[in-house]
């Protein structure tokens, strides 16, 4: 049995992330002997390498489903019922298409799939930790989702169902836990101090935390109102975004139904030239179309078609793209969804904290071994090089991050291990424009060391003191590397 081989690297790739290469390097090692090692190293490796696992979270009927389905391409996930999630369901890309209970115990089972909705039917959301359903799909090749029961819903079992394969899962058995590696989070207008304190529980950070102002094109007073709400949407995300800087990356606005309606092929020829044919009705005409009982010159059947599939926004908006035909129409709807943004930040700024976020639950992984495992000297010396390796610097800096984010959220301190976590190069961690000479970069990584040590004068809490550290370590090594 050999170890698990990572990923084929492809032409013109960038290099393997430090962090990843480590804890590589590391499983690699825990092998060498042979034996379980082996197995065991496969199965943290395949920890390692599997695609960030992106949790979606919100309020009965807050879009989650719905948003789900536009970013796998597929209406798989149920959005007509009241309850539409009653259990936790993890998207896979995988073939065959099949869907597979997880019970409480870890224990598995196949169940068939119902094709009109794509979902998994014979489940008991009781006796579910949690659903794996694999499709074949290039849209989650590099991402792994999880859609989840709404919180405060009409039954208090569907926010239980989500607590426990969340939270109290990963206590009680990783077998039969959820391990999210980031999380979207869907509210209206504004969250609710419920819903902020359950995205406080499940432990992340705003750096792989991202909120979404749903059904954007419903926002404010509509697609009849004196203002374009999908505009209105992104002038509200944005106050919203400084509002909760402490818990969320940023704030995006997301019309679901819309790319919903573009990305599962729901859009025909036919909605098109129906939708198009209202071109030249304005104002209460148009809204008299939308409404009547004899909405000529569409049908009935027609007009209740096109505004289940566009909204009214849709409806309202989308004419002159849909006189271009349905291929155009489908454009239209996805790119003012803001689904393309969302999906960028998911991939280039969440994707990009998997393998961090996931360290401290690999080395964790690694400990528990070292306690039972005869071979325990060697795990514990591959563990502490791993641990000690300078390039898992941005470990120390998350963990010393969550601790001071539940201490003192509000400290420079956080600040700044927020930006330096943050950064893609040497002077975005000092503070300067990406473009930034040596020499400026040189001088302003001094500062930062010195700034550091002023602080650790007056330290305040052991988070503090800790985080100090962790930049210290950071500042330095940037400091060996610029020559300094």
Do not use: C
């Not at 094109?217 to 509509?222: L, W």
């Not at 500062?447 to 002023?454: F, K």
């Amino acid at each position: 049995m050999q170890p698990l081989p990572p990923p084929a690297a492809q032409p013109g790739t960038p290099p393997m992330d430090p962090v990843v290469a480590v804890l590589d390097r590391a499983l690699r090692s825990l092998a060498a002997p042979g034996g379980d090692l082996v197995g065991h190293a496969n199965r943290i490796g395949a920890m390692l390498w599997s695609p960030p696992r992106i949790v979606v979270v919100g309020r009965l009927k807050a879009g989650k489903s719905t948003l789900v389905n536009a970013l796998i391409g597929a209406p798989v996930a149920e959005t007509a019922a009241l309850e539409a999630t009653n259990v936790v369901t993890v998207y896979h890309d995988g073939a065959p298409s099949r869907a597979e209970v997880v019970g409480h115990d870890g224990t598995r089972r196949a169940v068939p799939i119902d094709l009109r909705f794509g979902a998994p039917v014979e489940i008991s959301p009781v006796d579910t930790a949690y659903v794996d359903r694999y499709l074949p799909s290039a849209a989650i090749r590099d991402l792994t989702l999880i859609d989840t029961p709404g919180l405060a819903t009409l039954t208090v079992a569907n926010a239980d169902t989500t607590r426990r394969a969340l939270i109290d899962g990963f206590a009680q058995t990783k077998d039969a836990s959820v391990d999210a590696d980031a999380a979207v989070f869907l509210f209206d207008s504004t969250p609710r101090a419920d819903e902020v304190a359950f995205l406080r529980e499940l432990g992340f950070t705003p750096l792989n935390t991202l909120g979404v102002l749903s059904r954007a094109d419903g926002f404010g007073e509509g697609a009849f109102g004196t203002r374009d709400p999908i505009e209105h949407a992104h002038e509200h995300a944005r106050r919203l975004a400084d509002q909760l800087a402490g818990q969320v990356l940023t704030v995006l606005p997301v019309a679901g139904l819309l790319s919903e309606s573009a990305r599962t092929g729901r859009v025909t020829e036919a909605d098109a030239r129906a939708l198009a044919a209202l071109s030249g009705i304005e104002g209460w005409d148009l809204y008299r179309v939308l409404s009547a009982d004899d909405p000529a010159p569409m049908t009935a059947p027609q007009r209740d078609r096109i505004l289940d599939l566009l909204g009214e926004y849709g409806a309202v908006n989308g004419r002159a793209a849909a006189a271009q035909g349905a291929h155009a129409l489908a454009g239209w709807l996805d790119h003012v969804s803001g689904l393309p943004v969302l999906q960028s930040v998911l991939h280039n700024n969440i994707g990009a904290f998997a393998a961090v976020h996931r360290a401290r639950r690999i080395l964790a992984e690694l400990d528990t071994l070292a306690s039972s495992h005869p071979d325990r000297d060697h795990i514990r010396a591959v563990t502490q090089q791993a641990r000690t390796d300078p390039a898992m610097n941005p470990v120390l800096l998350l963990q010393a991050l969550r601790s001071m984010l539940a201490t003192d959220p509000h400290s420079p301190v956080t600040a700044e291990l927020t930006r330096t976590l943050q950064a893609r190069t040497d002077a975005e961690r000092v503070g300067l424009p990406p473009g930034a000479g040596w020499d400026q970069v040189r001088g302003a990584t001094a500062d930062r060391i010195a700034w550091v040590q002023r602080q650790a004068i007056t330290t305040r809490s052991a988070a503090e003191d800790a985080a100090l550290t962790a930049l210290t370590v950071a500042y330095n090594l940037q400091r060996l590397r610029l020559g300094g």
